[in-house]
């Protein structure tokens, strides 16, 4: 299972105090989007979904990625799988 296509980041809107979730995974596209020699998207602004890289930590969602697969090989090696229940 794909950890970061399961999670995401649930924020409330400082104009209207609604609340909206942006997936972790496009965090995770858009920190990996700026890292491509020649991206033109210099300002966070200049493209929508670049600007949700800083909401998170990369290190941090790396190391959570990384954690999960390693935790989701041993479930395997003991004839098991992890599932992820749903909360709010």
Same mark, same amino acid.
Request: hydrophobic share 35%.
């Given at each position: /299972?794909?950890? /970061?296509?399961?999670? =995401? ?10 609340? =909206? ?7 995770? /596209? ?5 890292? @491509? ?9 200049? =493209? ?36 992820? @229940?749903?909360?709010?």
């Amino acid at each position: /299972m794909e950890l /970061m296509d399961k999670l =995401y980041l649930s924020l409330t809107c400082g104009n209207c105090r609604e609340r =909206y979730e942006v997936p972790v995974a496009d965090i995770e /596209m858009s920190q990996e989007l700026l890292k @491509h020699e020649g991206c033109p998207g210099d300002l966070p602004d200049e =493209y929508p979904p670049l600007n949700w890289r800083d909401l998170l930590p990369e290190d941090d969602l790396q190391s959570l990625k990384k954690s999960w697969e390693r935790i989701e090989a041993d479930a395997a090696k003991a004839n098991g799988f992890l599932v992820l @229940h749903g909360a709010k």
